[in-house]
Nanobody, 118 residues
Framework: QVQLVESGGGLVQPGGSLRLSCAAS????????MGWYRQVPGRQRELVANIFNYGVTNYGDFVKGRFTISRPYAAESTVYLQMNSLKPEDTAVYYCQYLSVDLPQQYWGQGTQVTVSS
């Protein structure tokens, strides 16, 4: 089992910034990927960004350099998503995902609301 604890999110004005974090604990694989997806009602969940524990990152096309995902502490299974230049269309519930590369394990966080509005 892997537990995910999310933090961050909230209400921000257009052009503002937010930082999300997600900490994983439990039976962590030697190779895994963690990241963030987002979902709005009536639409499919889409990838925002993810990062493999060996450093490879992926971003959704809509990010366009505005967001940065990082895992600054190698000893910790915690990832951060820095979101800058936020737009109203970034409003969504953001979900943390943990996915093992070696085992059939996938876990989701409970989700955190991000609202971009003036």
């Amino acid at each position: 089992q892997v537990q995910l604890v999310e933090s961050g999110g909230g209400l921000v004005q257009p052009g503002g910034s937010l930082r999300l974090s997600c900490a994983a604990s439990g039976s962590i694989s030697s190779r895994y990927v963690m990241g963030w997806y987002r979902q709005v009602p009536g639409r499919q969940r889409e990838l925002v960004a993810n990062i493999f524990n060996y450093g490879v990152t992926n971003y959704g096309d809509f990010v366009k350099g505005r967001f940065t995902i990082s895992r600054p502490y190698a000893a910790e299974s915690t990832v951060y998503l820095q979101m800058n230049s936020l737009k109203p269309e970034d409003t969504a519930v953001y979900y943390c995902q943990y996915l093992s590369v070696d085992l059939p394990q996938q876990y989701w966080g409970q989700g955190t609301q991000v609202t971009v509005s003036s």
